[in-house]
């Protein structure tokens, strides 16, 4: 996993940093899923959201720590994406009978369509590099694109 | 002590690897041999051999859904711990207590 593979998923204008907590996952999606949208990453909002909620259904998505992966499969996914969203503050985020306090949160966009694996096995990437204290530390302090493709970037 | 795992989940994507990962991480801490195999969107990765099998310590399995070949694991059921990915993501020293 090179760094040249993080960045191809990772994208300026799917980054959102400090911006003020969400009042609940409904909003967070909401927004994300905005920010996707106008990325062209996704065709439609409206679908995407659905396939998020899809998701949230079979089980939760906070895997504790702060960190939240809503993640959306769908053929409105055009180009894979992470949207990363770090929040000034944590905030409930309820998902499949658990809840958890968040502030960063990684939402995948996963074409529904998925003929090389190539995107899956960034995104599997990506997720394992969230297991690791440094990683999630400099995220934590990330002000920039740029602090989010370093953190990335550091792997063992 | 030799620990090796199997995981995956619901959509093979996120938390399959991360399981995977906390495994590795929570093994490497206290200095012990690991080898995970993933069964993700990505299919088998990492499989584990019957001689990794036999010779493991401890069996971790991290799974929600089925796994595949399942049959290698006959026979050593004294050794396997089962827990859900998401479980030993939020705390992968779970894997260690009795």
Redesign the interface.
């Given at each position: 996993m090179d760094e040249i593979d993080v960045k191809s998923v990772l994208n300026e204008k799917t980054t959102v940093l400090n911006v003020p907590p969400f009042a609940n996952k409904d909003e967070l999606f909401d927004r994300l899923s905005t920010v996707l949208f106008d990325a062209g990453c996704i065709t439609s909002k409206e679908k995407y959201l659905e396939s998020l909620n899809f998701?949230e259904n079979?089980?939760?998505?906070c895997?504790?720590g702060g960190i939240a992966?809503p993640?959306g499969?769908c053929v409105e996914v055009i180009k894979p994406a992470v949207c990363v969203c770090k929040t000034t503050d944590k905030f409930k985020y309820e998902s499949f009978q658990e809840s958890d306090d968040v502030d960063l949160i990684f939402m995948?966009a996963?074409p529904g369509s998925?003929n090389t694996?190539m995107h899956?096995?960034m995104?599997?990437?990506l997720?394992?590099?969230?297991?690791?204290e440094d990683v999630v530390k400099k995220l934590r302090n990330a002000n920039t694109f740029a602090d989010v493709l370093d953190a990335f970037s550091n792997n063992d | 002590m030799f620990v090796v795992g199997v995981t995956s989940c619901a959509f093979g994507v996120a938390h399959t690897y991360m399981a995977a990962e906390a495994i590795q991480k929570a093994c490497k801490s206290k200095g012990y041999e690991v080898k995970v195999e993933t069964q993700g969107a990505l299919g088998i990765e990492n499989e584990l051999t019957m001689d990794e099998i036999k010779r493991a310590d401890l069996i971790v399995f991290a799974n929600d859904v089925g796994l595949t070949k399942a049959s290698r694991f006959d026979g050593f059921k004294d050794k396997i711990r089962e827990f859900g990915p998401h479980a030993v993501i939020k705390n992968p020293d779970c894997i260690f207590e009795k």
């Open positions: 998701r079979e089980g939760p998505t895997m504790g992966i993640h499969k995948l996963i998925d694996n899956i096995k995104l599997a990437a997720a394992r590099m969230l297991v690791h | -």
